[in-house]
């Protein structure tokens, strides 16, 4: 069973199913009071971490003092993290990050840049849809729920990865030894951070570790206090402007020829997503090559490892892109874009493996659908009564589970049964 990032505190749950009607993908059960997160559904998107109003659920990722463990540690910031700050340079967050112990520090940005010429020759090459594969919760969703959709996936490693990739390459050739390159990554969100340990596309990730944006943003507040004049120690090099247009919804079709973002459509919020990626999958939607996919509202600065809210951060990043300045010139060729592994369906929709017993479960399937009430109270525990009747064709649920049919069977006030209404 792989590791997951969106994580559980027990004792902290009230089994109130909020979190279970909001997964996307049916991922949650509320069992004997407490909520249970069924690992081959879960996509990381920590939709029920926003709504869970107990705190239930959190996520970790490694913090600061892991880079003990590296003699050379680099760190990658993606445009997302620079949206955090009001008015300070990124050139300052930067050095900071420096003073904090990273002998390299590396923007994702850069990456995004060459991948937005990759993914631009590759659309003008290939008539066919294609979607992003930058935003792991969407890969994942469509790994879980929209199987027939994998092949329109664009064959692209993420910034992240690629950036990594590089970034340890050029480490080692400076002489520094492999196993003493240490790459972490600030992430926005849990679902990056599950990348490390079940990467997409590649057989391993080459980043090592993530630390939450919330835990670097603070370990910097802290370096600024005590380093007033870090802006004079500011790294002097030119940052990639256009690149952090990625760090928002919109902000990779920008970086794209006029004539491909005419036949583009971006969409952010993991339910809407959900919604466009039925449609494409019914051939709803027509006129649109390409899509740009983000499962938080807004892009990553909707992640909820982050600090600021998202109406501040994205004025930050369109404040950093009208700012101007040097952009820095490199070749997208310097990157390795190209996947290793084959994105994979997840095999969670089949009700047996075995063809005979899958059919005959499918006819107890129908059976148990009729015999609920059909109103999707999540009451019994389950998202909806289809869910639950899947559940009790697989031995996980029984019927009695259905507070509506259970309420049926309760004598009344004049000792009778309740009548079915």
């Not at 990722?61 to 620079?82: C, H, N, Q, R, W």
């Not at 919604?275 to 996919?293: A, G, P, T």
């Not at 490199?330 to 009700?351: C, K, M």
């Not at 999707?376 to 899947?390: M, Q, S, W």
Request: charged share 25%; aromatic share 6%; with cysteine.
């Amino acid at each position: 069973m792989r590791k997951h990032s969106v994580l559980l505190k027990e004792e902290l749950c009230e089994g109130c199913t909020n979190c279970v009607k909001n997964c996307p993908t049916k991922a949650i059960r509320v069992l004997q009071g407490k909520a249970r997160i069924k690992a081959e559904l879960c996509i990381d998107c920590a939709e029920c971490i926003r709504i869970c109003a107990y705190h239930a659920k959190y996520s970790q990722t490694g913090t600061l003092a892991d880079l003990e463990s590296f003699k050379y540690p680099i760190v990658l910031i993606p445009p997302s993290f620079y949206a955090q700050f009001s008015g300070v340079n990124p050139r300052k967050v930067k050095a900071a990050l420096k003073k904090l112990g990273f002998c390299e520090v590396v923007d994702v940005s850069l990456a995004a840049e060459a991948l937005s010429i990759k993914t631009a020759a590759f659309l003008n090459a290939n008539p066919g849809i294609y979607i992003s594969s930058s935003c792991p919760v969407v890969v994942r969703l469509i790994k879980v729920q929209y199987p027939e959709l994998i092949g329109h996936l664009a064959p692209f490693k993420s910034p992240v990865e690629a950036a990594a990739e590089r970034a340890r390459i050029e480490a080692v050739q400076q002489g520094i030894a492999e196993n003493e390159v240490g790459v972490f990554f600030i992430t926005p969100c849990p679902a990056k951070n599950t990348s490390i340990v079940d990467p997409i596309g590649v057989e391993k990730s080459f980043v090592d570790d993530s630390i939450a944006s919330s835990l670097a943003y603070q370990a910097i507040r802290d370096v600024f206090t005590q380093y007033p004049d870090l802006e004079k120690e500011s790294v002097s090099e030119p940052l990639p402007f256009l690149g952090m247009g990625w760090g928002q919804s919109g902000g990779e079709l920008r970086l794209l020829d006029e004539d491909i973002q005419n036949r583009s459509l971006s969409v952010s919020g993991i339910h809407r997503v959900k919604s466009l990626l039925k449609e494409l999958s019914r051939n709803n939607i027509q006129d649109v090559q390409y899509f740009e996919l983000n499962a938080c509202n807004y892009g990553c600065v909707g992640g909820i490892f982050n600090v600021a809210n998202v109406f501040q951060a994205r004025s930050n990043l369109r404040q950093l892109r009208a700012e101007g300045g040097e952009i820095v010139v490199h070749d997208p060729d310097s990157y390795n874009f190209g996947l290793t592994a084959e994105i994979e369906p997840s095999q969670t929709g089949r009700l047996d493996p075995d063809l005979t017993k899958a059919m005959m479960k499918l006819n107890q399937l129908e059976e148990e659908i009729k015999a609920l009430p059909g109103l999707d109270c999540a009451a019994c525990g389950a998202p909806d009564c289809r869910t639950l009747a899947e559940d009790i064709v697989n031995g996980l649920a029984q019927r009695s589970d259905c507070m509506i049919l259970l309420r049926k069977q309760l004598p009344t006030n004049d000792g009778t049964m309740e009548k079915a209404r």
